[in-house]
C-alpha cells in the first residue's frame, strides 16, 4: 500500500497568513493526488483533485502543486472559514489512502 | 444537487452485525462506482470499501475481509455495507461517496460524501 504523510500535523494562523501544507508519497504517484476540507461535525469535502484542479465552487484562495511524491496544499489568504482539517489522498493505485492530516487552527 | 444519505448506524455488541445503507440522488446513480470510507473518533480517514457501478469489482481493505460486504440496487439508488463480527476497532462514523467513474478501480476521487453513520461497537 502507497503511506502517505502530512506536514506539518497542526498549525496555528492568522486570518489573511499564507498557510501552506505538504503531502508526501511512499511511491511516486504521478499527478493523481486530492485535497479534501473536514470541519468538525461535518463531512470531508473535495477542494483539489489530480494535484492542482480546483473543484467547481471552491475559492481560488486554494491552489495545488506538485508531482511525483511531493505536493503542496497552499492557501494565499486564509478566512475564518478555512480553519478545518486537510487530508491528501492518493489516487494512483489501490487501496486508496490517505494522509494523516493536517489541522490548521485560529492563532 | 448530488446528495448521498446514509442510514444503519448504531451502538451493537462486539460480535454483532449491522447494515448500512446509502440512498444518493442528483446524478444517475448506476453509471458511478460507489464508496465507504470510515474515521474512527479522532482519527484519520480510511477507504473501506467500495463497488463498481454495475455491482461488480468489490473492493475491501484486508481489516474488514471476510467480515463486511458491499453491494448495491441501482433500481433503490441504494449502496449497502452489511457488517459481520463486529469488533470494538470497527467503531468509526462510516460515510458513504460517489466515485468519479462507473468502475471502481479506475475512480480517481470521492465526491460528494454523505453525512455519515456512527458505528459503535461495545458491549
Known amino acids: 500500500d502507497i503511506q502517505m504523510t502530512q506536514s506539518p500535523s497542526s498549525l496555528s494562523a492568522s486570518v489573511g497568513d499564507r498557510v501552506t501544507i505538504t503531502c508526501r508519497a511512499s511511491q511516486t504517484i504521478n499527478k493523481y493526488l486530492n485535497w479534501y476540507q473536514q470541519k468538525p461535525g461535518e463531512a470531508p469535502k473535495l477542494l483539489i483533485s489530480a494535484t492542482s484542479s480546483l473543484r467547481s465552487g471552491v475559492p481560488s484562495r486554494f491552489s495545488g502543486s506538485g508531482s511525483g511524491t511531493d505536493f503542496t496544499l497552499t492557501i494565499s489568504s486564509l478566512q475564518p472559514e478555512d480553519f478545518a482539517t486537510y487530508y491528501c489522498q492518493q489516487s494512483y493505485n489501490v487501496p486508496r489512502t490517505f494522509g494523516p492530516g493536517t489541522k490548521v487552527d485560529i492563532k | ?123
Open chain 2, 1 to 123: 444537487e448530488e446528495q448521498l444519505v446514509e442510514s444503519g448506524g448504531g451502538l451493537i455488541q462486539p460480535g454483532g452485525s449491522l447494515r448500512l445503507s446509502c440512498v444518493g440522488s442528483g446524478f444517475t446513480f448506476s453509471d458511478y462506482a460507489m464508496s465507504w470510507v470510515r474515521q474512527a473518533p479522532g482519527k484519520g480517514l480510511e477507504w473501506v470499501s467500495g463497488i463498481s457501478g454495475s455491482g461488480g469489482s468489490p473492493f475491501y481493505v484486508d481489516s474488514v475481509k471476510g467480515r463486511f460486504t458491499v453491494s448495491r440496487d441501482n433500481s433503490k439508488n441504494t449502496v449497502y455495507l452489511q457488517m459481520n463480527k463486529l469488533r470494538a476497532d470497527d467503531t468509526a462514523v462510516y460515510y458513504c461517496a460517489k466515485d468519479s467513474t462507473a468502475f471502481l478501480y479506475s475512480s480517481r476521487e470521492f465526491d460528494p460524501w454523505g453525512q455519515g453513520a456512527l458505528v459503535s461497537v461495545s458491549s
